[in-house]
């Protein structure tokens, strides 16, 4: 793999040539992909795309459910230039709506779907989806098994995919991630956590979320396996840990939810995962009292990391090693470390020494929101420490203290937005749905911190009529995914207002217990 590479489509057939025998893919229950398989399912696809019309920097939608077929799309598209991005196959109609009429893909794929949103894609929007079937299968079989020729000159600065995120006007924000961005992030990942052929990677995290985006690189692009684990399997702590063993993994990335939810469920204990050799974690803080637990369980086998990273800088930017040292304080997160050697920070709004808002920058920040300008300009901003040239930084509205080893540590948002389940939500997304029944008057969403890293939504409306809390909710779940449903509602006659006549969210927050 010595050829000089540019883009993320002409470097996979070099770890494919490199690995064509090893498996790729290895699934539970024992079905498996070599890497010469998913090159050839790829390339094949690529014909069928080019021949649907598909031209470089056009999109492609996929209800990915982590079949071959579905990965092989995105290297597909990959190699035709072709902008491919993840729909979450349990999203309501109303969410898919807005990503769809935002990126407006040329095709949309599926490996299941929810019937009311297929009806509404093919009814309301006009769109006949294909289904990763046996009729797609025979289709694609007749097709070359080489490239086809004419593929358009795909460069590093060339978008690889979008991945939506939630947004505070209740449209998702589409994160637009570029070539480049994933060859240095791959070349990272590698260095930083010493990834070797012989690994065997997790894809616990649902590929439509930014986690996924380590899984699949990180891992197929070392020519190491991965194990690709649908939602049936991770809601079963139990199952999880059974595959997990039956499969040989031997490295681990989710949020810290769901090892809080292995250990609490103690499907995580002693002697469980022996060839288990690093647990990494990020996406929202850890509490210290379980990240202990994990720690006096795996420390003598396995490496823990503690990662961040916002979607719009490519999954990853930071990593820090876990040790007992990081025990003494049980108060405080997990420094979140140093940043990648291709990263850079700033300090933004400092409010005291060494504290601030994080602005990121360097060659894994992204090309800003698709379709989106004024979003785009409002987070992808101008340096303001650089007045010399134009270098454009990554606003991330998380605040960090910087302590006196340069360790950087998570302190809060600048802005509404949370860390729920390891998804970023902006709560005024929740709102803005809130605020679409016919029926509430008044809306607001806050965040209730029940203890270090953990927390729930609640909100809280004024309704005209007489509807009650299990109407309200009934109505909620088809317009949000689960992890943005509110854990409480409560409906009030009115909602209280600051001396501003703003809603005291303030209030809200002291007083919804006597509600």
């Known amino acids: 793999m010595n050829r000089y590479t540019y883009n993320i489509g002409s470097l996979f057939p070099q770890v494919a040539d490199a690995y064509a025998n090893k498996v790729a893919l290895k699934y539970p229950g024992g079905r498996e992909v070599s890497f010469s398989e998913l090159e050839t399912l790829s390339n094949k696809i690529a014909h069928w795309l080019a021949e649907k019309g598909l031209k470089k920097n056009d999109v492609v939608a996929i209800f990915n459910n982590k079949s071959p077929l579905a990965y092989a799309t995105m290297l597909a598209s990959l190699k035709l230039g072709v902008v491919y991005t993840n729909l979450d196959t349990t999203s309501p109609y109303q969410r898919i709506k807005k990503i769809v009429e935002r990126c407006k893909p040329i095709l949309i794929l599926y490996d299941v779907v929810l019937p009311e949103v297929a009806d509404g894609l093919s009814g309301e929007l006009q769109y006949k989806l294909t289904a990763f079937d046996e009729q797609f299968e025979a289709a694609i079989d007749t097709k070359s098994d080489k490239l086809p020729a004419t593929v358009p000159s795909v460069t590093g600065s060339d978008p690889a995919y979008i991945m939506f995120t939630s947004g505070s006007t209740g449209f998702p924000k589409g994160a637009v991630i570029t070539h480049s961005n994933l060859l240095n992030f791959i070349s990272w990942g590698q260095a930083e956590f010493d990834v070797q052929p012989t690994d065997v990677f997790t894809n616990v995290n649902p590929i439509y979320f930014d986690n996924s985006v380590f899984d699949f690189y990180v891992s197929i692009f070392s020519g190491a396996q991965l194990v690709p684990f649908t939602s049936d399997i991770t809601k079963d702590p139990f199952l999880l840990v059974k595959e997990l063993e039956s499969t040989g993994c031997n490295s681990w990335f989710s949020v810290p939810s769901l090892l809080v939810y292995l250990l609490t469920t103690k499907a995580l204990s002693a002697g469980k995962l022996p060839a288990m050799k690093r647990f990494i974690f990020g996406g929202e803080g850890f509490p210290k009292p379980k990240l202990k637990k994990l720690f006096e369980l795996f420390n003598n086998q396995a490496t823990l990391f503690n990662v961040y990273g916002p979607t719009e800088c490519t999954c990853i930017c930071s990593s820090y090693v876990v040790t007992e040292n990081d025990f003494s304080d049980m108060n405080n997160l997990a420094p979140l470390g140093f940043l990648a050697p291709n990263f850079d920070y700033v300090l933004l709004n400092e409010k005291g020494p060494g504290f601030g808002e994080l602005g990121l920058k360097g060659p894994n920040v992204g090309a800003g929101y698709y379709n989106d300008p004024e979003r785009t300009s409002a987070s992808f901003i101008q340096n303001p420490h650089n ?121 809200l927050k002291e007083k919804k217990h006597l509600v």
């Open 387 to 507: 007045t010399d040239y134009n270098e454009v930084i990554y606003k991330t509205g998380d605040l960090v203290q910087v302590d006196e080893k340069g360790h950087l540590h998570f302190k809060g948002r600048a802005d509404n937005q949370i860390k729920h389940m390891g998804y970023r939500i902006e709560l005024e997304e929740i709102e803005s749905i809130l605020s679409t029944l016919k029926y509430v008057d008044e809306t607001a969403v806050i965040y209730e911190k029940l203890g270090e890293g953990l927390g729930q939504i609640v909100a809280f409306v004024s309704v005209s009529g007489n509807e009650e809390v299990a109407e309200v909710m009934g109505e909620l779940k088809g317009l949000l995914p689960d992890y943005m449903l509110p854990k409480k509602l409560f409906i009030l006659e009115a909602l209280p207002k600051n001396q501003n006549g703003k809603i005291d969210r303030v209030a």
